[in-house]
């Protein structure tokens, strides 16, 4: 038997591919094969994704996390993943201590928003019980008034 490069040529003068070159670019896997052809009969879309996925040779089991994290790297507008989108740091302490300072006070202000908020919604249902007793006190008067003549 005669080998070259990616194919291979037996006794008999037969030319056949090798199975390894002919798959060795991703992983084909029976769960990643299975998770493809599920994705393109329930979306075809997904079954690209997944296809996709089986060529950088992954496993489909790591396909989820891998969405979640671009996901909410997306969501908190850094297009890059890392560990900890929420506090992208800089080398600098003072920039990082001026960054914190600022988004303690923003929190603050949302906290004083809620509460004003709320206060007004307070107010707004004691004026309205207010206004609701003045009306009857007038409905009770006048019916009073009628009752005596």
């Given at each position: 038997m005669t080998s070259t490069g990616n194919s291979t040529i037996n006794n008999s003068g037969e030319y056949r591919r090798s199975r390894k070159s002919s798959c060795n670019k991703?992983?084909?896997s029976a769960i990643n094969i299975v998770a493809m052809v599920i994705g393109f009969v329930i979306f075809w879309p997904?079954?690209?994704?997944?296809?996709?996925?089986?060529?950088?040779?992954?496993?489909?089991?790591?396909l989820?996390?891998?969405?979640?994290?671009?996901?909410?790297?997306?969501v908190n507008g850094s297009w890059s993943p890392s560990k900890n989108s929420d506090h992208i740091s800089g080398e600098n302490t003072v920039f990082d201590e001026y960054q914190q300072t600022q988004y303690d006070r923003i929190v603050e202000i949302k906290d004083e928003i809620k509460n004003r908020a709320r206060?007004?919604?307070?107010?707004?249902?004691?004026?309205?019980?207010?206004?609701?007793?003045?009306?009857?006190?007038?409905?009770?008067?006048?019916?009073?008034?009628?009752d005596e003549k």
């Open positions: 991703g992983n084909w997904l079954g690209l994704l997944i296809l996709y996925w089986n060529i950088k040779g992954r496993e489909v089991k790591d989820p996390r891998a969405v979640q994290q671009k996901w909410s790297a997306m206060s007004f919604k307070d107010f707004r249902s004691d004026s309205k019980r207010r206004e609701d007793e003045a009306e009857f006190k007038d409905f009770m008067s006048s019916d009073r008034s009628k």
